[in-house]
């Protein structure tokens, strides 16, 4: 299951895709026409909500449960944001493999929800170099 | 025709603001992607936000690209092969939640096609150019890498 926020996240995992080429992947993105520039016509729309919006993150939440419910991945791949968080947690606790991409953008410094998912996510990469520590943060390359 | 962006997240009224001012001295045709309803044009023209496919056409049709530092436009500039301006949002003005566009646009500033300005004046300057490049990313051995990591990361 791969799921982003709109906007950079989903372009960024847009550019990843041939790492799941082949397998099933079942996308989830927060604005809902945001597969059809790239062929994707399957895509579960999914509330939006970021850290300033706790209200929404907390109505959000059931909506995001029930969906990762009903497709039971076996891998989640995200690129963030917060609600990709809430999905790598979910799969955390289920067992299923979990890979987190951290936006090229932060160069300087870890997202919030990037370092709460650096110490969940079975695989963390970040794509600045500066940003890894060649243990539990990966730097292997970036999509610019 | 000038289209500007500025992600989904927050408004930007620093930059449609500029961009407003520039569109009434200069008579240039800018179209802007807003959904703030506090931003009120007298010069530009004003767009809601637009699905995949709509987006694209706009992009398409404009000749420069201006937009917040945000990685999503770089990746649509490089994709339609349009010059691209980059204003980064500001953490002191309550542009952003930090200032990590300002650390965005001072890595790519050497792109080819990216140009980053500050303000309206550098801004406005930029507008004016007749000959802006369009945006090419050497991308492909740093991605191709990344892509493979992410393969057997899966796994």
């Known amino acids: ?144 | 025709m000038i289209f500007a962006v500025a992600g989904t997240q927050l408004p930007f009224p620093r930059m449609m603001n500029a961009l407003d001012d520039i569109a009434g001295r200069t008579g240039l045709r800018i179209v802007v992607q807003s959904a703030d309803p506090h931003f009120t044009p007298r010069n530009v023209e004003t767009v809601p936000f637009m699905s995949g496919v709509k987006f694209d056409e706009t992009v398409i049709d404009c000749r420069v690209i201006v937009a917040h530092a945000g990685i999503g436009v770089m990746m649509t500039a490089e994709t339609h092969g349009k010059p691209l301006i980059i204003m980064p949002r500001r953490a002191d003005l309550g542009e952003h939640r930090n200032d990590h566009q300002e650390a965005t646009a001072r890595r790519f500033a050497d792109v080819p096609g990216i140009t980053v300005v500050h303000t309206a004046e550098e801004l406005e300057e930029t507008l004016r150019e007749p000959d802006l490049q369009p945006v090419t990313l050497a991308s492909t051995p740093r991605r191709e890498a990344l892509i493979a990591a992410v393969t057997k990361a899966l796994d």
Not at chain 1, 21 to 34: E, F, I, L, N, S
Not at chain 1, 103 to 131: K, P, T, W
Request: hydrophobic share 45%.
């Open chain 1, 1 to 144: 299951m791969c799921v982003s926020s709109s906007g950079g996240h989903w372009q960024e995992l847009m550019a990843l895709a041939p790492a799941w080429q082949d397998r099933k992947p079942v996308y989830a993105c927060t604005q809902p026409d945001a597969g059809l520039p790239f062929g994707i016509t399957e895509l579960h729309p999914i509330p939006d909500c970021n850290r300033n919006t706790l209200a929404k993150f907390l109505r959000a939440i059931p909506a995001y449960v029930r969906l990762f419910r009903a497709i039971r991945p076996s891998a989640v791949v995200s690129t963030g944001a917060l609600p990709g968080l809430v999905f790598i947690l979910l799969a955390k606790l289920t067992g299923a493999r979990s890979v987190w991409i951290e936006s090229i953008a932060n160069c300087e410094r870890l997202s919030m929800c990037g370092y709460v998912a650096s110490h969940f996510a079975d695989v963390f990469f970040v794509q600045a170099a500066e940003l890894a520590d060649g243990k539990r943060i990966l730097y292997t390359g970036s999509v610019i």
